[in-house]
C-alpha cells in the first residue's frame, strides 16, 4: 500500500457521512432527552476467531452550540484534558499533511476490563503496545457535525473498533446505554464552556483550522503501516482482581 493511499479520500469521507445519516442495519439502544446510540446489527455468518468488531453510533441534538465551536472543540487537545474524564494521555505525534496528523490517545475503561489505547495513522514500529494497555484498533472512527442554525448544530459519532481481549456483554451493554449517553452529555457541556475557556487559552491558536500555525514534525505517510486486527494479541483479561493487581487504575 502506497503512503499516500493510507491518507482518507474524499470517497472515504463520503462513505463515512452515509453510515452516519443512515438508518439500514442498526438497532437503537438508547433514546432520550435528544440523544440516541445505535449498535450495528452484526453479520449472521460471523468466522468463529476473526476479531470481535463493535460498530457504535451515537446522535445529539445540540440547541445551544454552534457547530463551528463544536468543530474546535473536538480538535482541541488541550482543551480536552480539562473535560474528558475518561481520558488516560493524548498527544499529537506528527503531520501527515495540511489537514491529516498521526496521534495518540489512551482511555480508562470500565473496571472490568483493561484500559485501552490507540494509535490514529500509526506509526508500528515507534510505538508499539505498552504493557499497561490493551491495544485496541480502531477500523473507522469520527464525527459529523451539521449546523442546523446560528447557535444549533446536529452532532453524530460513529466507532467501528476492534477492542481486543475479551469484554463482559454487561460491558457492551453499559457503553451503549449509560457511558455513550455520558460521553455526549460532557461533550455537550464542553461546547457550552468553550468560548470563555478559550479567551484564556490562546485565543487564536487553532492550527486544525489555520495549517501554518502547526508546528509538530512532517512524517511521511510512506513510513506507515496499516495495523491489521489480526496482528495483536487478543489478551485474556482475566478477572476484575487480575486487573487490579496489574497496578492499573480502571476506577
Not at 48 to 65: E, T
Not at 78 to 94: C, N, V
Amino acid at each position: 500500500m502506497s503512503g499516500s493511499s493510507i491518507l482518507p479520500d474524499e470517497a472515504q469521507f463520503s462513505d463515512f457521512k452515509r453510515q452516519c445519516l443512515s438508518t439500514d442495519n442498526w438497532v437503537n439502544k438508547y433514546d432520550s432527552d435528544g440523544m440516541r446510540v445505535w449498535v450495528e446489527i452484526p453479520p449472521k455468518k460471523k468466522a468463529k476467531n476473526g476479531p470481535k468488531v463493535h460498530k457504535i453510533k451515537c446522535q445529539m441534538a445540540i440547541k445551544d452550540v454552534p457547530a463551528a465551536t463544536m468543530y474546535d472543540v473536538l480538535h482541541d487537545n488541550q482543551y480536552r484534558k480539562t473535560w474528558d474524564l475518561t481520558m488516560s494521555e493524548s498527544y499529537d505525534i506528527a503531520r501527515l499533511s495540511a489537514n491529516a496528523d498521526v496521534g495518540y490517545y489512551s482511555w480508562i475503561c470500565p473496571n472490568l476490563i483493561r484500559n485501552r489505547d490507540v494509535v490514529t495513522l500509526r506509526s508500528w514500529k515507534k510505538y508499539p503496545p505498552q504493557a499497561k494497555y490493551v491495544r485496541a484498533v480502531s477500523i473507522m472512527t469520527g464525527y459529523v457535525i451539521k449546523s442546523t442554525g446560528p447557535n444549533s448544530c446536529t452532532f453524530i459519532y460513529l466507532s467501528q473498533a476492534d477492542p481486543k481481549g475479551s469484554i463482559p456483554k454487561v460491558v457492551v451493554n453499559k457503553a451503549t446505554q449509560y457511558l455513550a449517553p455520558k460521553v455526549l452529555r460532557s461533550v455537550h457541556k464542553a461546547g457550552q464552556n468553550y468560548q470563555a475557556w478559550k479567551e484564556q487559552n490562546s485565543p487564536e491558536h487553532k492550527p486544525w483550522l489555520y495549517p501554518e500555525q502547526n508546528t509538530l514534525p512532517m512524517m511521511d505517510p510512506a513510513e506507515l503501516l496499516i495495523q491489521r486486527a489480526d496482528s495483536l494479541e487478543n489478551v485474556d483479561e482475566g478477572t476484575k482482581d487480575d486487573v487490579q493487581d496489574s497496578g492499573e487504575d480502571s476506577s
